[in-house]
């Protein structure tokens, strides 16, 4: 154990965390107090999901807007059964091939959820995440576990206790350190409260899988659409660098925008960095102003962009990138999280025809 400006590090094994952490920890949750955790997607910032006082907590440690509800996360589908009014049947088969993992569903909420978990909602999202640190901390607390993701609101999430330490130390009782997270990127939230199921926000459950449940998906809810998703209003996710992000099926394109930007940035005198798939950093690295430019590679295959994708966005900032230059991703698999990320961090998005789209998700 260490302490941090006054929060506990508690470095636990994510294959078998030990009774007396997992123990410490729930004491903490009982108490009316915040603990991060890891979960297989990003760390969350927990706290007893039916005190509404706890939960408030949450929102003034990650300077959180109160109008984003949060998730309460479960240990089972049974438990989740009394804080709800309705499960579809469809939501039921979901929730029975996916859980544990990453995929959140907006059901009707029971009246015994706090008006601070839901941010008034009479919906309420739930999901049982797949991590024995964050299961374990669910059932020693005896109580749903209220959790958004672990950083300061409009970071991007945290995929190792570091991330946290480095946003919230000093602010919150406790993190549980299990080493980095697998997914990467945050769950899929699922409006499972109207008739047809609809994706509110993509992530670690790809597109692709639930349509094999449920077939064709409805378009996405887009920022217009906001009583349905508050959250997506909000620009998350992003660096302290202003990010270009460069999109087009044609790699060739790509390639050939993102080093024309780079070469125009470091002829400005700016620190630059260059974020890409493991397949094209070679074509970058002969670009000049090496001391001024940082290219890293997020590896190959959507699971491995998504893996990496939010600790390359910090370790840019943390090396004082004034500019960053993303290449776009496929949307397929995880991809389509991925790409749904970054155009909400982004502040111009660079395609084809010259017409710039203005980025930051609508916020
Ligand atoms: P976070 O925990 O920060 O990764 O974000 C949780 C996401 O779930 C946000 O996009 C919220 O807006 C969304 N969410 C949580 N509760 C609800 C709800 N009742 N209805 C719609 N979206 C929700
Ligand atoms: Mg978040």
Not at 37 to 66: H, S
Not at 92 to 117: D, S, Y
Not at 326 to 334: A, D, H, M
Request: hydrophobic share 45%; charged share 25%.
């Amino acid at each position: 154990m260490r302490l941090v400006r006054g929060t506990e590090v508690l470095p636990v094994d994510p294959m078998a965390p030990d009774r007396f952490s997992l123990e410490r920890a729930a004491e903490v949750i009982r108490g009316g107090g915040l603990v991060a955790f890891p979960t297989e997607t990003v760390y969350g910032l927990g706290a007893n999901g039916l005190d509404g006082e706890a939960v408030r907590r949450i929102f003034q440690a990650k300077g959180r807007p109160a109008d984003n509800p949060l998730i309460l996360h479960f240990d089972a589908l049974e438990a989740v059964l009394p804080l709800v009014r309705e499960v579809p049947d469809w939501a039921r088969e979901l929730a029975r091939r996916f859980w544990p993992g990453p995929l959140t569903l907006v059901l009707k909420g029971a009246r015994l959820v706090p008006a601070a978990v839901t941010a008034g909602l009479d919906t309420v999202a739930v999901r049982v995440p797949d991590n024995a640190i964050a299961l374990g901390l669910i059932r020693a607390a005896g109580v749903p576990i209220a959790a958004p993701s672990a950083n300061l609101s409009g970071k991007p999430s945290p995929t190792t206790a570091e991330h946290v330490v480095a946003d919230l130390a000093g602010r919150i009782e406790m993190i549980l350190d299990g080493g980095p997270t697998g997914i990467g990127v945050e769950s899929t939230v699922l409006d499972a409260s109207g008739d047809r199921p609809r994706i509110l926000r993509p992530g670690g459950v790809s597109r692709e899988a639930l349509e094999e449940v449920l077939g064709p998906l409805d378009e996405p809810v887009t920022a217009s659409d906001r009583p349905r998703s508050p959250g997506m209003k909000y620009a998350h996710y992003s660096p302290d660098a202003a990010l270009y992000l460069v999109e087009h099926p044609n790699r060739d394109w790509v390639a050939r925008t993102v080093r024309e930007l780079a070469r125009r940035f470091l002829a400005e005198g700016r620190r630059v960095g260059i974020i890409v798939g493991a397949e094209h950093v070679d074509a970058y690295l002969a670009l000049a102003g090496p001391d001024r430019l940082t290219v890293m590679s997020l590896g190959r295959g959507d699971r491995e962009v998504a893996a990496n994708l939010f600790a390359a966005l910090r370790a840019m900032d943390e090396r004082g990138v004034e500019v960053l230059i993303c290449e776009g991703y496929p949307e397929t698999g995880l991809g389509y999280a991925v790409m749904n990320r970054l155009r909400k961090a982004a502040d111009r998005i660079v395609k084809p025809d010259g017409a710039d789209l203005e980025g930051k998700g609508g916020s």
